[in-house]
């Protein structure tokens, strides 16, 4: 297994929820190890990401 740094953007909210970000994360097949919300937009939310790969 590996750990791959990436930067995604995902549609904003009014409440950002954990099982929000993580079911936005699995939908773009995307394992989390960790994340973090990095910058919130109008309607965009920037998403740092320790995806775990095989």
């Not at 009014?14 to 960790?34: C, F, G, H």
């Not at 937009?41 to 775990?52: F, G, P, Q, R």
């Amino acid at each position: 297994m590996r750990v791959e740094s990436e930067i995604v953007k995902i549609p904003g909210n009014k409440s950002a929820s954990v099982e929000y970000i993580e079911d936005e994360l699995t939908k773009r097949n995307i394992n989390p190890l960790r994340w973090a919300i990095v910058n919130v937009d109008d309607k965009i939310y920037t998403v740092s990401v320790a995806n775990l790969k095989e």
